[in-house]
């Protein structure tokens, strides 16, 4: 169960950069990650995950996690998935872990 969810967070770690700088990402990408029966839960996750990550400020877009910025979506998108990766890992597995305990 517990590497299971490491797996999913693990592919998790790129829609939720992408949607916290604001890039599309669809719906037909989670399902082709995580399989149509769990689309609905990864995208809460997602959702909660990407809040966490950025923030914008005067239309700039900055990272909530160690401040650095204003980045270009596409700076942003780079900084968070080289510098943050292991954290959003993590964020997003506790993410799982709780939303899978509500659904249960
Ligand atoms: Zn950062």
């Known amino acids: 169960m517990d590497s299971g969810i ?9 829609p939720s950069v992408k949607k916290a700088c604001k890039m599309m990402v669809k719906d037909d990408e ?3 990650l995580v399989g149509i029966s769990s689309k609905k839960l990864a995208l809460n996750v997602i959702d909660k995950v ?3 990550l950025v923030y914008e400020n005067n239309n ?3 990272c909530k ?3 650095r910025g204003p980045f270009t979506k596409k700076g942003l998108y ?3 998935s080289r510098v943050h990766r292991r ?3 993590e964020m ?12 249960i």
């Open 78 to 80: 780079l900084h968070l």
């Open 92 to 103: 997003l597995e506790e993410e799982l872990r709780h939303e899978i305990r509500t659904i």
């Open 50 to 52: 990407s809040f966490w």
């Open 30 to 32: 989670i399902i082709k």
């Open 87 to 89: 954290e959003i890992r």
């Open 60 to 62: 700039l877009l900055y």
């Open 6 to 14: 490491t797996i999913i967070a693990e592919k998790l770690i790129d």
């Open 65 to 67: 996690l160690c401040n």
